[in-house]
């Protein structure tokens, strides 16, 4: 049963007159506690001048938010447990050991500022050395992330060998650290509990157990618009209560000494292992949103005033007198000290330099590990013909087994063989998305009732079997969880390989593929990043896949720096590309046609467990001097039949090249062929405008005009959606007619 408690100040006080601590605070403790506070009040009043000296280019405050951020700092393990704050969170990030001048560097926008290196606005937080995460500006987000670390948490303490630092890929550079009790807190508004991946996040937090505090620090207003319109009632704690697993408690969070208990108890119910505590912190907000905001404009004074008596900072004054803690003198005397260590803090700033051009493109990608290098590039295992391993003849049931074993599969075989494979070879592999278990209910596995499902397409089949339900779930039908959570495990070391089922459906999970993973290396500077494999299944040529089975969109992810992109065509490239994708240390989207998963085209036995193709590199599919074509995926086969008839029927030869890899892409491939053969067209299943090939005809135009005899051509789909009706997704979608005819025409330009 879920626990509810109320703030309990009256008696907490008759605690105190009883000589009692103060929710086990020491009166050094509660010192201590002021002291952070009115750092965190006069450092948001420091920036407020600065800003307004335009010395500095942004300001938000954490101002009236002090008392409980504060007492979450102290009830929790700085280094040792996670934090996933937001930006009011200053006073958190101060009791954790953060450094005034360091919170400066980032409003100045200094080389030196640990969180991103001048790359994101001030109050953004993430040091390393405090387990404080890289946060963005996107309201909601970092729950998410939250809850993926919260596993990894237990996922470590079952699995410590997978720990270890194995050298040949990520896992040279990522250090593992866990505990085994640790806790992770997240934080965020009474606005953003309105998101639907807050109610994501707790959903999996309780079903899953999570050690997971979640602090709403509610300071009854998101910008200008009031708790009542966000919140359906108005208030947050009635709509999650009936959430299984969680400590719940609805407090005062102006008052540092109630909210260090229910913080200290939130804490304990997630260190015991029972699940997630949620506190629910009834706040201030006395300066506007942010230094663009002014809300008078919608608030009026009375309203104002009155959270002005509840101000946590002249509260937590007046306490430490009324408990003899301080006097007056003793807290003017603590005043000071801060503001003359600000003061200093300022001036030394303000001369801090800040980083040269020349560095914007630093930690796009890992600096570490690069999966373009020969490092990556590796040939496929041999078969060995008729001779058995030991060089004698082999039986006729051994020459069968051999047969098989070398006969060539789809590429939806050997992407379950590669799975396999990796999974056995690094224990920090996990897998889930929709369906992708062979069946959650384990028992009916066990007593073989039955076979096991493994992905509605199949190509996780047998994977949870043999790696257990822990290494390969399902999850929910939340997208954005699916990749969210994908974040958090991968900041702590592991490599999540997660599915998204189809395409069509991966936009809920947009704003963490585009704001989210992408971006974590570049915008802490290096400090953390998410390498983990998206696979998803794309495309059309179904036959009735219609509109919400058989988009593509590609581009769309090409388009986001941070992103390395995949689109093979047949099943050795697949093997090969995503293995590498496993092993290289960036976020790889790895996207894999549906209508290839089982095609005859491009079958080839298993290369062995150790196959790698390096990204950016292209095949020449069909080698030829009159015309290039410049294709992937299911345009390939396409494409290379079209290519096949111009030859048998002209004489007309076309190189085609498959680029296999999106992001990058083989620039040298494209640019070497076109000065051959001066002519070239880009082919693509996705609708014509604004698509992938677009990029591509523009380089070469730009790039390669003096080698060109005829326009850059482009075949793709038209710019409609996929039909359902078979007749009108032919009409739609690229044939091997439009390809041949486009190639035929401008071969004869
Ligand atoms: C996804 C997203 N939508 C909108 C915004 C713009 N925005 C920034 S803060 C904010 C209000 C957040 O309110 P709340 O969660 O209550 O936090 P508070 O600022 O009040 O502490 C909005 C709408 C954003 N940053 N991210
Ligand atoms: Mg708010």
């Given at each position: 049963m879920p626990t509810r408690t109320h703030g309990k100040s009256g008696a907490v006080a008759e605690a105190n007159k009883a000589g009692k601590s103060y929710e086990g605070l020491s009166r050094q403790r509660l010192i201590e506690a002021y002291r952070l506070m009115y750092t965190s009040r006069r450092l948001d009043d420091r920036e407020i001048m600065l800003k307004r000296q335009q010395k500095i280019f942004f300001q938000i405050s954490g101002a009236g938010h002090e008392a409980v951020t504060v007492a979450a700092g102290l009830a929790m393990k700085s280094g040792y447990d996670w934090f996933f704050p937001y930006y009011r969170d200053r006073a958190l990030c101060l009791a954790l050991g953060a450094t005034p001048y360091e919170m400066l560097l980032q409003a100045v926008g200094a080389a030196d500022d640990p969180s991103s290196g001048g790359r994101q606005m001030p109050s953004h937080w993430g040091y390393k050395r405090l387990n404080v995460v890289t946060q963005s500006?996107?309201?909601?987000?970092q729950i998410l992330h939250a809850v993926g670390c919260a596993e990894a948490s237990r996922y470590w303490t079952s699995?410590?060998?997978?720990?270890r630092k194995a050298t040949g890929d990520y896992r040279e550079f990522k250090d593992v650290e866990f505990h085994g009790d640790e806790v992770t807190y997240v934080s965020l508004g009474d606005g953003t509990t309105s998101e639907g991946e807050f109610w994501e996040a707790m959903n999996a937090a309780a079903n899953l157990r999570l050690p997971l505090v979640f602090l709403i620090e509610d300071n009854g207003y998101a910008i200008s618009v009031p708790v009542e319109v966000q919140t359906a009632g108005g208030n947050i704690s009635r709509l999650v209560s009936g959430f299984p697993n969680f400590h719940f408690e609805e407090i005062d969070g102006t008052d540092p000494v109630v909210s260090y208990g229910a913080l200290s108890r939130a804490v304990a119910h997630c260190r015991a292992g029972i699940g997630p505590s949620f506190i629910h912190a009834h706040v201030i907000r006395p300066y506007s949103h942010s230094l663009s905001d002014d809300e008078k404009l919608y608030r009026p004074d009375i309203e104002r005033q009155r959270d002005a008596a509840r101000d946590p900072i002249s509260r937590m004054q007046m306490f430490l007198i009324r408990e003899g803690i301080l006097d007056e003198k003793g807290i003017n005397q603590l005043e000071k000290e801060v503001d003359d260590g600000l003061q200093a803090a300022v001036d030394q700033v303000l001369t801090a330099p800040v980083s040269t051009?020349?560095?914007?493109?630093?930690?796009?990608?890992s600096p570490d590990l690069?999966?373009?290098?020969?490092?990556?590039d590796t040939h496929a295992a041999q078969s060995n013909g008729g001779a058995s391993t030991t060089g004698e003849a082999r039986s006729s049931t051994e020459q069968a087994a051999h047969e098989k074993k070398h006969a060539p599969k789809t590429m939806a075989d050997l992407i379950n063989t590669t799975l396999r494979d990796e999974m056995k070879r690094d224990e920090r592999i996990v897998m889930f998305g929709e369906d992708v278990a062979d069946c959650s209910r384990e028992e009916y596995l066990s007593q073989k009732m039955v076979k096991g499902k493994?992905?509605?397409?199949?190509?996780?089949?047998?994977l949870q079997c043999d790696f257990g339900s822990d290494r390969v779930f399902n999850s929910p039908i939340a997208e954005a969880s699916i990749v969210g959570r994908a974040v958090g495990l991968a900041v702590r070391g592991l490599k999540p390989v997660v599915e998204i089922q189809f395409f069509d459906y991966i936009w809920p999970a947009m704003m963490q593929l585009r704001n989210e993973l992408p971006v974590m290396r570049w915008r802490s500077n290096g400090a953390f990043s998410a390498p983990c494999v998206i696979r998803v299944a794309i495309g059309g040529y179904l036959t009735g896949g219609a509109i919400y089975h058989s988009q593509c969109g590609e581009s769309i992810f090409t388009h986001t720096p941070g992103m390395r992109v995949i689109f093979p065509s047949n099943a050795l490239d697949a093997a090969g590309l995503l293995r590498t994708a496993i092993r290289c240390d960036d976020p790889v989207m790895f996207l894999e046609h549906k209508r290839l998963y089982r095609e005859t085209f491009g079958r080839a036995p298993y290369?062995?467990?150790d196959y790698m193709i390096p990204f950016g590199k292209a095949k020449v599919v069909h080698p030829g001097t009159d015309v290039t074509v410049i294709t992937y995926g299911a345009v390939v086969p396409r494409a290379l039949q079209a290519a096949q008839r111009l030859e048998r029927e002209h004489a007309i030869k076309i190189e085609l090249i498959d680029l296999r890899s999106l992001n990058p892409y083989d620039w040298d491939a494209i640019a070497t062929s076109v000065q051959k053969t001066s002519r070239a067209i880009v082919a693509y299943e996705d609708t014509l405008s604004w698509g992938y090939g677009a990029e591509i005809a523009a380089r070469i135009a730009d790039e390669l005009f003096e080698h060109l005899d005829a326009p850059v051509k482009r075949v793709a789909a038209k710019d409609t959606f996929v039909a359902y009706q078979p007749v009108l997704e032919s009409a739609i979608l690229p044939q091997v007619q439009d390809l041949y005819l486009a190639m035929k025409e401008l071969a004869e330009y």
């Amino acid at each position: 049963m879920p626990t509810r408690t109320h703030g309990k100040s009256g008696a907490v006080a008759e605690a105190n007159k009883a000589g009692k601590s103060y929710e086990g605070l020491s009166r050094q403790r509660l010192i201590e506690a002021y002291r952070l506070m009115y750092t965190s009040r006069r450092l948001d009043d420091r920036e407020i001048m600065l800003k307004r000296q335009q010395k500095i280019f942004f300001q938000i405050s954490g101002a009236g938010h002090e008392a409980v951020t504060v007492a979450a700092g102290l009830a929790m393990k700085s280094g040792y447990d996670w934090f996933f704050p937001y930006y009011r969170d200053r006073a958190l990030c101060l009791a954790l050991g953060a450094t005034p001048y360091e919170m400066l560097l980032q409003a100045v926008g200094a080389a030196d500022d640990p969180s991103s290196g001048g790359r994101q606005m001030p109050s953004h937080w993430g040091y390393k050395r405090l387990n404080v995460v890289t946060q963005s500006s996107c309201t909601g987000t970092q729950i998410l992330h939250a809850v993926g670390c919260a596993e990894a948490s237990r996922y470590w303490t079952s699995h410590p060998d997978a720990a270890r630092k194995a050298t040949g890929d990520y896992r040279e550079f990522k250090d593992v650290e866990f505990h085994g009790d640790e806790v992770t807190y997240v934080s965020l508004g009474d606005g953003t509990t309105s998101e639907g991946e807050f109610w994501e996040a707790m959903n999996a937090a309780a079903n899953l157990r999570l050690p997971l505090v979640f602090l709403i620090e509610d300071n009854g207003y998101a910008i200008s618009v009031p708790v009542e319109v966000q919140t359906a009632g108005g208030n947050i704690s009635r709509l999650v209560s009936g959430f299984p697993n969680f400590h719940f408690e609805e407090i005062d969070g102006t008052d540092p000494v109630v909210s260090y208990g229910a913080l200290s108890r939130a804490v304990a119910h997630c260190r015991a292992g029972i699940g997630p505590s949620f506190i629910h912190a009834h706040v201030i907000r006395p300066y506007s949103h942010s230094l663009s905001d002014d809300e008078k404009l919608y608030r009026p004074d009375i309203e104002r005033q009155r959270d002005a008596a509840r101000d946590p900072i002249s509260r937590m004054q007046m306490f430490l007198i009324r408990e003899g803690i301080l006097d007056e003198k003793g807290i003017n005397q603590l005043e000071k000290e801060v503001d003359d260590g600000l003061q200093a803090a300022v001036d030394q700033v303000l001369t801090a330099p800040v980083s040269t051009p020349e560095t914007i493109k630093q930690y796009l990608y890992s600096p570490d590990l690069d999966p373009t290098s020969a490092a990556f590039d590796t040939h496929a295992a041999q078969s060995n013909g008729g001779a058995s391993t030991t060089g004698e003849a082999r039986s006729s049931t051994e020459q069968a087994a051999h047969e098989k074993k070398h006969a060539p599969k789809t590429m939806a075989d050997l992407i379950n063989t590669t799975l396999r494979d990796e999974m056995k070879r690094d224990e920090r592999i996990v897998m889930f998305g929709e369906d992708v278990a062979d069946c959650s209910r384990e028992e009916y596995l066990s007593q073989k009732m039955v076979k096991g499902k493994g992905g509605v397409f199949k190509l996780t089949a047998g994977l949870q079997c043999d790696f257990g339900s822990d290494r390969v779930f399902n999850s929910p039908i939340a997208e954005a969880s699916i990749v969210g959570r994908a974040v958090g495990l991968a900041v702590r070391g592991l490599k999540p390989v997660v599915e998204i089922q189809f395409f069509d459906y991966i936009w809920p999970a947009m704003m963490q593929l585009r704001n989210e993973l992408p971006v974590m290396r570049w915008r802490s500077n290096g400090a953390f990043s998410a390498p983990c494999v998206i696979r998803v299944a794309i495309g059309g040529y179904l036959t009735g896949g219609a509109i919400y089975h058989s988009q593509c969109g590609e581009s769309i992810f090409t388009h986001t720096p941070g992103m390395r992109v995949i689109f093979p065509s047949n099943a050795l490239d697949a093997a090969g590309l995503l293995r590498t994708a496993i092993r290289c240390d960036d976020p790889v989207m790895f996207l894999e046609h549906k209508r290839l998963y089982r095609e005859t085209f491009g079958r080839a036995p298993y290369p062995g467990a150790d196959y790698m193709i390096p990204f950016g590199k292209a095949k020449v599919v069909h080698p030829g001097t009159d015309v290039t074509v410049i294709t992937y995926g299911a345009v390939v086969p396409r494409a290379l039949q079209a290519a096949q008839r111009l030859e048998r029927e002209h004489a007309i030869k076309i190189e085609l090249i498959d680029l296999r890899s999106l992001n990058p892409y083989d620039w040298d491939a494209i640019a070497t062929s076109v000065q051959k053969t001066s002519r070239a067209i880009v082919a693509y299943e996705d609708t014509l405008s604004w698509g992938y090939g677009a990029e591509i005809a523009a380089r070469i135009a730009d790039e390669l005009f003096e080698h060109l005899d005829a326009p850059v051509k482009r075949v793709a789909a038209k710019d409609t959606f996929v039909a359902y009706q078979p007749v009108l997704e032919s009409a739609i979608l690229p044939q091997v007619q439009d390809l041949y005819l486009a190639m035929k025409e401008l071969a004869e330009y």
